[in-house]
């Protein structure tokens, strides 16, 4: 009995110096990686400040000049922003257009590419792979670089901003609805292919009506990001309201008043947007729990 505790002992002994050794060990490299990491940082953003045309340092005290000068000049003439208001609106309504119809297409090829991506339900199994790399390299791409390319080919406007945003958000929502669509029941599915349903039959009958809210709850959230995207494209001479935008601010003092009408039209959009899609996604999500 005294042999059998004192192996007992022993075992105990052993397994705690190795859990303890472990854990020396994963300490060690959380610390070597975050020693890296910092590194990293350090000298990053001293060639990053090197080479910029001014030095960070130099540029901080005057980082709230900008903000300053608009709030100012804004408030000098509210009596202006009503106006300033409604002569921006139609340059919203432009990027709110924008947002909308690239999140529709791009849901729509989103959801044709996650149906051809998802294992079990793809139609062509060997092609999985291919499909999903395609995924990636939209996702990959920014809408700008997009948007910059497309500029070059076809000219300024909202055609290459709806086309940029269209073709990132496919592969973005592709790759969420691929996720969903691999945790739908099969059943359903092999119901309707033992009754000689096709596959575009078996995914309309069988898998969207399952995965369809979290499809609803994710475009939504989507919608938002584009609002946003839009607005940035604009920019780059993509149309809407971030064209303008960029109008405002180019000529500097004398129309920040213009600068500040468009912020106020940029945040309430968004805000408005934002508790609407959230609202939809709630309910959504709670439906689909029920």
């Known amino acids: 009995m005294a042999e059998l505790s004192a192996s007992t002992s022993l075992g105990t002994q052993s397994m705690r110096d190795n859990y303890m050794a472990m854990t020396r060990r994963r300490r060690a490299y959380g610390g070597i990686i975050l020693a890296i990491f910092i590194v990293l940082m350090v000298t990053g953003f001293q060639t990053v400040d090197a080479r910029s045309a001014g030095g960070f340092w130099e540029g901080l005290p005057r980082v709230f000049d900008f903000p300053i000068g608009v709030i100012s000049e804004a408030w000098d003439r509210i009596d202006r922003m009503p106006a300033n208001l409604a002569t921006y609106f139609p340059a919203l309504i432009e990027t709110i257009n924008i947002a909308a119809v690239s999140t ?106 399952q995965v369809a809210p979290n499809y609803l709850s994710y475009t939504l959230m989507r919608f938002e990001i584009n609002i946003r995207a839009s607005a940035i494209l604009g920019f780059v001479g993509a149309g809407g309201i971030g064209y303008e935008l960029r109008n405002a601010m180019t000529f500097g003092m004398g129309r920040f008043d213009l600068a500040a009408a468009i912020f106020v039209l940029l945040f309430l959009t968004i805000v408005f947007f934002d508790q609407i899609s959230s609202h939809y996604r709630n309910r959504l999500v709670k439906g689909y729990q029920a």
């Open 104 to 209: 529709l297409v791009g849901a729509l090829l989103g959801l044709v590419l996650s149906l051809l991506s998802t294992r079990g339900l793809a139609k062509w199994p060997r092609l999985i792979p291919l499909f999903r790399r395609i995924m990636d390299i939209m996702r990959a791409l920014p809408e700008i670089v997009i948007a910059l390319v497309l500029i070059f080919i076809l000219g300024g406007g909202p055609i290459p901003a709806m086309i940029a945003i269209a073709f990132h958000t496919a592969g973005a929502l592709g790759k969420l609805f691929s996720e969903v669509a691999e945790n739908a029941d099969l059943k359903p599915v092999e119901g309707l292919a033992s009754v000689g349903a096709n596959w575009s039959q078996r995914m309309l009958l069988g898998v969207i009506p």
